[in-house]
């Protein structure tokens, strides 16, 4: 069965930086793109960003230039660092893998129980 766990949530003061990870159960290499995804108190879930399996990237206009996305393949471990966070960061942030196109629409049926990062001082 398909396990990705999600980690390296917290409390952080606005300015600082987060780095979550990922590690799935088996290789990663198996997905053609894998992502991470938000989901704030209310709000819908959203893809912050996409990285396909050559390394290309898209990201949520509001996190460019303050988030990276990167992957390990060794280590079945994709992580996102989170520089000059916000408080409307804070969220439950999800990692997937799959099509380009189901990452995209978020239309995996598992999702693990994601990690929280909240941002305030």
């Known amino acids: 069965q398909e396990q990705l766990v999600e980690s390296g949530g917290g409390l952080v003061q606005p300015g600082g930086s987060l780095r979550l990870s990922c590690a799935a159960s088996?290789?990663?290499?198996?997905?053609?793109?894998m992502g991470w995804y938000r989901q704030a108190p209310g709000k819908q879930r959203e893809l912050v960003v996409i990285i396909t399996s050559d390394g290309s990237t898209t990201y949520l206009d509001s996190v460019k230039g303050r988030f990276t996305i990167s992957r390990d393949n060794a280590k079945n471990t994709v992580y996102l660092q989170m520089n000059s966070l916000k408080p409307e960061d804070t969220a439950v942030y999800y990692c997937?893998?799959?099509?380009?196109?189901?990452?995209?629409?978020?239309?995996?049926?598992?999702w693990g129980k994601g990690t929280l990062v909240t941002v305030s001082s």
């Open positions: 088996r290789s990663i290499l198996r997905f053609p793109a």
């Open positions: 997937n893998g799959g099509t380009y196109r189901s990452i995209w629409r978020g239309t995996m049926d598992y």
